[in-house]
């Protein structure tokens, strides 16, 4: 595991935008099909949006049809870190950024193979790395 990012809330406030930081420091959620990278098929890395933190690749990006960018496994399973979420009257897995510990989306045992998870992600949590 590599070095933890730590911030006080305004340095995050003040790095983030809002939906950013509604999204990867308060838990939130953007609506469905909203967001930047849902049917993004530019190939790259996507990133934490709040520490840079490799997360995903494009190569395992694939379409939910549920309206967030779906990913059926992360880079590696030491960038990210799962907790249970029992909120909303609901039993779901959370999916944080191991580093910042950002709140990234949820992950559910839907998803195609090689894995049959799916990794649902806000886009505003991830910021693409586009290769040159």
Known sequence: MGERTEKTDAEW???LTPEQYRV????GTER???GE????KERGV?????????????????????GWPSFYAPVSE??????AD??????RTEVLCETCGG????VFPDGPQPTAQRYCINSAALKLDVPE
């Open 13 to 15: 406030r003040e790095q």
């Open 32 to 34: 469905a099909f909203t």
């Open 103 to 106: 709140h990234l989306g949820h």
């Open 86 to 91: 029992l909120t909303h009257g609901m039993r």
């Open 46 to 66: 996507y990133r934490c949006a709040g520490c840079g933190t490799k997360l995903f690749s494009s190569e395992t990006k694939f379409d939910s049809g549920t």
């Open 78 to 83: 030491e960038n990210i870190r799962e907790e």
């Open 37 to 40: 990278y849902n049917a993004s």
């Open 24 to 27: 990867l420091r308060q838990k």
